[in-house]
């Protein structure tokens, strides 16, 4: 089966995944650093390989993918420069193979991969509304050459941001990106030819269309319980983060014709004008886009989740849930504290979100993470909607920074291949210093971290 990095396209893989503090670009929730809910049972590090030093100036996502017996990891070194790294799962020796891009001081320049029905390895990253940056192995499951293909389609690739690899409704190999810039953007899906080793457009037109005056900030597409593709987003309207506003959704069997929630046809693309509306939330209102995520519950039914200012100016998490063909928005949380953000290019985050997901019979979880709170598992009823439990949440990686350098900060990205070995999951860990709105810092930097790839055991 394709191994591909999926935006959570399949709801399970949240049990992998732990809650953390971290940095993330405001336009993005970069690749692997997500805030999700931990399996039951405990966890431990049982092996951790050295990968190689890194650069650790500014945070910026890098990839781990496990594909049958081989593992891959791309990542910026000790010079900036992207670079591959292969292994076989039994061996603590990795190859690895210099790729002619380097890294500025965007965080949004994150690295992702994919690998197809056929072996080859697709790899994008390092843009920023740049032109289109993509390799692909010569060879099957061999990192030794990779072709520098340069474009994909041949239109729409020189403002490319976001890029995202996913499977199709029959394992083909799907990429999303964002044409345009924050305010102004397309949401464009192409689709490959395994046979023909060629991309084409998978809709004729933008799925997302901001008409020169918006763009989406998209969470999905998410495989849901129920066989279909779930989307939700928010649009925004300039840059600034604050300009946030109306998280929306739309549904589809195959990723080719997209529905409301009531089952109406949407032409696309979807603007504004004809986007479903879950919660009407006005610009400078609490909401940002690295923290809107589709769940579902025991029932089936797709939750949004997002925080927004209450009624006295405190951010607080809100649930906003399919009931009987109405969305109804619940509010979670009790908070004393306003997370007020503005401006443009990458901030640091003082609260993370996970989707929900069932925890039980009649019970929904979801994690958050907040800078004055701390990290938590919240369990829910889902009748009421009202916590049940709040508890704080554990990681089995230790998240004090080995280095002494101010400022530094234990970052990871998951697996998002699969592993073949029952109750195992791989990780990525690394330290670095946290975003810096996309400039350059001024004086001393930290020395290299090395990046490890840390295995982990459910007991």
């Known amino acids: 089966?394709?191994?591909?990095?999926?935006?959570?396209?399949?709801?399970?893989?949240?049990?992998?995944?732990?809650?953390?503090?971290?940095?993330?670009?405001?336009?993005?929730?970069?690749?692997?650093?997500?805030?999700?809910?931990?399996?039951?049972?405990?966890?431990?590090?049982?092996?951790?390989?050295?990968?190689?030093?890194?650069?650790?100036?500014?945070s910026v996502g890098f990839c781990l993918l496990t594909y049958g017996d081989d593992q891959f990891a791309t990542f910026y070194d000790k010079d900036r420069q992207m670079t591959l790294a292969q292994?076989?799962?039994?061996?603590?020796?990795?190859?690895?193979?210099?790729?002619?891009?380097?890294?500025?001081?965007?965080?949004?320049?994150?690295?992702?991969?994919?690998?197809?029905?056929?072996?080859?390895?697709?790899?994008?990253?390092?843009?920023?509304?740049?032109?289109?940056v993509y390799f692909r192995s010569k060879k099957p499951l061999d990192i030794s050459e990779m072709i520098n293909v340069g474009h994909m389609v041949g239109t729409q690739e020189e403002h490319v941001t976001y890029p995202r690899f996913m499977n199709g409704p029959n394992t083909e190999l799907i990429?999303?990106?964002?044409?345009?810039?924050?305010?102004?953007?397309?949401?464009?899906?192409?689709?490959?030819?395994?046979?023909?080793?060629?991309?084409s457009r998978l809709l004729d037109k933008p799925l997302i269309?901001?008409?020169?005056?918006?763009?989406?900030?998209?969470?999905?597409?998410?495989?849901?319980?129920?066989?279909?593709?779930?989307?939700?987003?928010?649009?925004?309207?300039t840059p600034d983060c604050s300009t946030n506003h109306d998280p929306s959704y739309t549904k589809s069997p195959d990723m080719l014709h997209w529905y409301t929630s009531a089952g109406k046809l949407l032409e696309l693309p979807i603007t504004y004008e004809t986007a479903e509306i879950v919660d009407h939330v006005p610009v400078r209102d609490g909401l940002i886009n690295s923290n809107v995520r589709i769940g579902f519950d025991s029932q089936k039914r797709p939750i949004i989740t997002y925080h927004k200012?209450?009624?006295?100016?405190n951010t607080q998490i809100y649930d906003a849930r399919l009931e009987s063909g109405v969305w109804k928005t619940h509010r979670i949380t009790d908070w004393k504290y306003r997370w007020w953000f503005e401006g443009g290019r990458s901030i640091q985050s003082e609260i993370g979100l996970s989707a929900v997901m069932p925890y039980g019979p009649g019970k929904i979880a979801q994690t958050f993470s907040h800078k004055k709170y701390g990290s938590k598992r919240l369990v829910i009823d889902e009748q009421t909607m009202q916590i049940v439990s709040n508890t704080k949440t554990e990681s089995a990686i230790i998240r004090k920074p080995e280095g002494n350098f101010p400022g530094?900060?234990?970052?990871?990205?998951?697996?998002?291949?699969?592993?073949?070995?029952?109750?195992?999951?791989?990780?990525?860990?690394?330290e670095t210093l946290g975003a810096n709105y996309d400039k350059p810092r001024e004086g001393e930097m930290p020395p290299p971290s090395m990046l490890r790839v840390y295995k982990i055991k459910k007991s």
């Open 309 to 313: 200012y209450d009624k006295d100016g």
């Open 87 to 132: 292994r076989k799962l039994n061996e603590r020796t990795w190859k690895l193979t210099k790729l002619p891009q380097k890294v500025g001081w965007d965080s949004h320049n994150y690295i992702t991969m994919a690998v197809d029905n056929n072996g080859y390895l697709h790899l994008c990253g390092n843009m920023h509304v740049n032109p289109l």
């Open 408 to 430: 530094l900060m234990v970052k990871t990205g998951n697996d998002i291949g699969k592993c073949s070995e029952d109750g195992v999951r791989y990780m990525l860990c690394w």
């Open 209 to 237: 269309d901001g008409e020169g005056k918006r763009n989406a900030y998209i969470d999905g597409p998410v495989l849901g319980p129920d066989g279909w593709y779930h989307m939700c987003w928010v649009w925004r309207d």
């Open 175 to 199: 990429f999303t990106y964002r044409d345009g810039k924050s305010g102004s953007g397309n949401q464009i899906y192409n689709v490959y030819n395994e046979k023909t080793q060629s991309w």
């Open 1 to 58: 089966m394709t191994s591909v990095l999926r935006f959570r396209k399949d709801w399970e893989n949240e049990l992998r995944k732990t809650a953390v503090i971290i940095t993330v670009c405001m336009c993005v929730l970069l690749a692997g650093c997500t805030f999700s809910i931990a399996a039951a049972g405990e966890e431990c590090v049982v092996d951790k390989i050295d990968v190689a030093p890194v650069w650790s100036g500014h």
